[in-house]
């Protein structure tokens, strides 16, 4: 009750930082910073985004808060990933009668191989540029309902990031195509990289297939070594947000080197590695095509 009672108070203009009375541009809210960064390079100067979770934010597992509710509810339209990633997302939004708009609308889903969330759509189609594509156009769409007025900016904005999509994608392809089959293997602590293994033709293995309390069990950690000696996987990774021990005791089993941490969830702040989407893309790939011709982490 506190709770709803702090955000009749703030949703009533009564101190928010949303409240804008000199700027009339639409206002944007995405479920984390990914999502933020591509509907920003879309939007350019015409709407205003903000991501409700903040840069290094795990996204699986996260509780919004009061002021994260009061950016529902004063926003036009909200985005979302879907496919089962932000399992706060629904009762986040009960309460914001903005337009909710879903950006995996169109994916063709991997399910997930297994654990608890065994033939549910793997949720991290993002991490394929081939597939960040459906996001980006979604946005636009979304964004020209919105907002028919700047249509043109929407669509010359969009266009643009789009083809440096299709560059990141051409980078992937040119260079794994270099490597003999048998490296041709991308093993991962989260199973966050099955859209890219896919559209990049990676045999892929991981030790949990959703970040969640059971991670690096035994059974993980062995299964995941014996994929890595049976295809002689020169160099094994870790994602930013999670502990990398378990994967550390798969390289040290099996003599692979443990690469440079992968970006999933979240972006950096703007002095780290990855402060936009684009530079998230570009490391990981970069990452992973040095890893996997034995490149030293």
């Given at each position: 009750m506190a709770v709803l009672a702090v955000l009749a108070m703030l949703v009533s203009g009564c101190g928010t930082g949303l409240s804008r009375p000199d700027d009339d541009r639409k206002h944007v809210v995405t479920t984390f910073?990914?999502?933020?960064?591509?509907?920003?390079?879309v939007a350019g100067d015409a709407l205003v985004v903000e991501s409700i979770t903040k840069p290094?934010?795990?996204?699986?597992?996260?509780?919004?808060?009061?002021s994260d509710m009061l950016k529902a509810a004063k926003a036009d339209v909200?985005?979302?990933n879907g496919l089962g990633l932000e399992r706060w997302f629904d009762r986040f939004v009960q309460?914001?009668?903005?337009?909710?708009?879903?950006?995996?609308?169109?994916?063709?889903?991997?399910?997930?191989?297994?654990?608890?969330?065994?033939g549910k759509a793997n949720p991290h189609a993002w991490m394929s540029p081939r597939t960040a594509a459906t996001y980006v156009t979604n946005i636009r769409d979304a964004f020209i309902r919105l907002d028919p007025a700047h249509e043109a900016t929407f669509r010359a904005n969009a266009d643009a990031y789009l083809a440096r999509l299709a560059e990141i994608d051409r980078y992937l392809h040119d260079e794994l195509?270099?490597?003999?089959?048998?490296?041709?293997?991308?093993?991962?602590?989260?199973?966050?990289?099955?859209?890219?293994?896919?559209?990049?033709?990676?045999s892929e293995a991981y030790l949990w297939p959703v970040n969640s309390e059971s991670e690096g069990t035994p059974r993980q950690i062995r299964?995941?070594?014996?994929?890595?000696?049976?295809?002689?996987?020169?160099?094994?990774?870790?994602e930013s947000t999670v502990n990398d021990g378990p994967q550390r005791q798969v390289a040290r089993e099996t003599g692979a080197r443990l690469g440079e941490k992968l970006y999933v969830d979240?972006?950096?702040?703007?002095?780290?590695?990855?402060?936009?989407?684009?530079?998230?893309?570009?490391?990981?790939?970069?990452?992973?095509?040095?890893?996997l011709r034995g490149g030293a982490p």
């Amino acid at each position: 009750m506190a709770v709803l009672a702090v955000l009749a108070m703030l949703v009533s203009g009564c101190g928010t930082g949303l409240s804008r009375p000199d700027d009339d541009r639409k206002h944007v809210v995405t479920t984390f910073t990914v999502l933020a960064d591509m509907a920003r390079n879309v939007a350019g100067d015409a709407l205003v985004v903000e991501s409700i979770t903040k840069p290094g934010s795990e996204i699986h597992e996260y509780e919004p808060t009061p002021s994260d509710m009061l950016k529902a509810a004063k926003a036009d339209v909200v985005l979302d990933n879907g496919l089962g990633l932000e399992r706060w997302f629904d009762r986040f939004v009960q309460r914001s009668e903005a337009r909710h708009v879903t950006l995996t609308e169109g994916v063709e889903p991997i399910p997930i191989r297994s654990g608890e969330y065994q033939g549910k759509a793997n949720p991290h189609a993002w991490m394929s540029p081939r597939t960040a594509a459906t996001y980006v156009t979604n946005i636009r769409d979304a964004f020209i309902r919105l907002d028919p007025a700047h249509e043109a900016t929407f669509r010359a904005n969009a266009d643009a990031y789009l083809a440096r999509l299709a560059e990141i994608d051409r980078y992937l392809h040119d260079e794994l195509a270099s490597l003999p089959a048998s490296q041709r293997a991308l093993v991962s602590c989260e199973g966050a990289f099955s859209y890219l293994a896919r559209d990049a033709g990676l045999s892929e293995a991981y030790l949990w297939p959703v970040n969640s309390e059971s991670e690096g069990t035994p059974r993980q950690i062995r299964s995941t070594a014996e994929f890595v000696q049976a295809n002689r996987v020169p160099t094994v990774f870790c994602e930013s947000t999670v502990n990398d021990g378990p994967q550390r005791q798969v390289a040290r089993e099996t003599g692979a080197r443990l690469g440079e941490k992968l970006y999933v969830d979240s972006l950096s702040g703007p002095e780290g590695p990855v402060p936009t989407y684009l530079d998230l893309l570009r490391h990981d790939a970069r990452a992973i095509v040095s890893g996997l011709r034995g490149g030293a982490p």
